[in-house]
């Protein structure tokens, strides 16, 4: 992976197209070649046979660099061997993740994957993707985690400031932790709004 990571990030999976990405351009080379070895079996043919094996080969070259990374921050998505693409997708910008399999893809372990991020963002369709369960469910967990990052950060910040409003009173980090997930959790089915959310951490300092 080209990408570099941010500090305190890991790589949690790394994935590619499945290999019958590399399957048409290897068949039609063998059959080139077979064919020119049964028509003509000279050194030209075999000229032929030798340049025509960079096709293959700067396919393979091509879905060896196309890969799909996840770390417990955002998602990777790199491009290209000669040219080079590179896109990123933080992860509490994505809204949903999706994935489909025919039953000739459940066979052979692919299927597609669809990332619906924020508005300005878009939708992307990953396609022929090497198993697309474990992908979604990847992206899925570590959306959790950070989420789960997210609130301890507030329980810290919330401790610290409350402690320096109030020294004398030195409340659970862990309490406010899960308060705050409690509330977070709240929030995210519709129970309370934004505001409310944004109050009750008002009130967890004290304010």
Known sequence: MRTALK?????????????????????????????????????TAWIIIAVAALYPFIEYLNWRHNLWAVTNLRIIDETGFITRYSKESPLDKINNVEYDQSIFGRIFGFGNVDIQTAAEMGETKYELIHHPKLLKDTITHAQEEYKKMQISNQATQL????????????????????????????MQKGAITPEEYAAQKQRLMGN
Request: no cysteine.
């Open 7 to 43: 500090k305190d990030e890991h790589i949690l999976l790394i994935t590619r197209q499945h290999w019958l990405r590399l399957v048409l351009p290897f068949f039609a080379w063998l059959l080139l070649t077979v064919l020119l070895i049964w028509w003509l079996n000279n050194t």
């Open 159 to 186: 401790a610290e400031a409350i402690a320096r409003v109030n020294p004398a009173a030195q409340p659970s980090q862990q309490m406010i932790a899960d308060e705050l997930q409690k509330l977070f959790e709240l």
